[in-house]
């Protein structure tokens, strides 16, 4: 499945634009483990959603997700040299094209969930166009990244405390992780019960994912002083509050028929 989106992915870059921008949008959008996308297959799946819909709904989660990383890693927010092994955007290319393509991702996103192909029903675009928006926008990461800039100290030396992190991180990845699950139910227009612990389900999952990715980059997260939930509470502290949003989420599957996300948390956790 994986291998058929990735050959999606770049036949859905407008063709039209400046060959640069393109280049930039194709690169961000390349690579990754597409683990959003994956979620909000596998739950449109559930309800019988046709995979042509879910697949160009995961291609809209992956636009936004792709602009965030281009933006996150940016000289004015992480700096970052690298992303999926490889050189950032801004490395790659130049700072003002990182911007603009991510910019155009951004917007891409909405474009494809507009399309009468992901769904018939335009209430449907619009219930999906609105989870998106929220997840991604100030209620969402865009609120996550502003509270990572100020827990490194931005704008003010206060002390970082372990709930402003949790929240950071649940602003900053939990959300998107939350939104592509829902997705999927919204898609197979699930009842309101269905679509709620689906979301649920994906905030949980979200939260796990963030603690097992800091846990990767502890070291090197702990030299820099970067504060992320690991290096605040300790490895031991860490990895039982994973395991604790891993059991509640598979509380959620055990108590509904979405068994078949199991293969997913596994793969990932």
């Avoid at 679509?195 to 990715?213: E, N, P, S, T, W």
Wanted: hydrophobic share 45%.
């Amino acid at each position: 499945m994986v291998r058929k989106f990735d050959r999606l992915l770049p036949l859905l870059i407008p063709q039209a634009t400046h060959p640069r921008l393109k280049s930039a949008m194709r690169y961000a959008t390349s690579g990754g483990k597409r683990i959003r996308a994956l979620l909000l297959i596998e739950c449109a799946t559930i309800f019988k959603v046709p995979r042509g819909h879910s697949m160009l709904a995961a291609a809209a989660i992956e636009c936004l997700h792709a602009y965030s990383l281009i933006h996150d890693d940016l000289p004015s927010m992480d700096n970052a040299a690298t992303r999926r092994g490889k050189a950032s955007v801004h490395k790659k290319y130049d700072e003002a094209t990182a911007i603009l393509a991510g910019d155009a991702l951004l917007t891409l996103a909405f474009e494809i969930l507009a399309r009468t192909a992901v769904h018939p029903d335009p209430n449907v675009r619009t219930e999906l166009i609105e989870s998106l928006a929220k997840a991604a926008g100030q209620r969402g990461m865009v609120s996550g990244q502003m509270m990572d800039l100020a827990l490194e100290g931005r704008w003010s030396k206060k002390k970082s405390s372990i709930k402003s992190i949790q929240q950071m991180e649940l602003l900053k990845t939990a959300k998107l992780f939350s939104a592509a699950c829902e997705a999927g139910a919204i898609l197979g227009q699930a009842s309101k019960k269905d679509r709620a612990a689906l979301a649920k389900y994906g905030l949980l999952f979200g939260q796990a994912f963030q603690i097992a990715d800091d846990l990767k980059d502890i070291e090197e997260d702990q030299k820099s002083g970067k504060k992320t939930f690991v290096t605040v509470v300790g490895e031991k502290q860490a990895r039982m509050q994973s395991q604790q949003l891993i059991n509640d989420s598979e509380k959620i599957i055990s108590e509904t028929r979405f068994s078949s996300l199991q293969a997913i948390k596994n793969a990932v956790l």
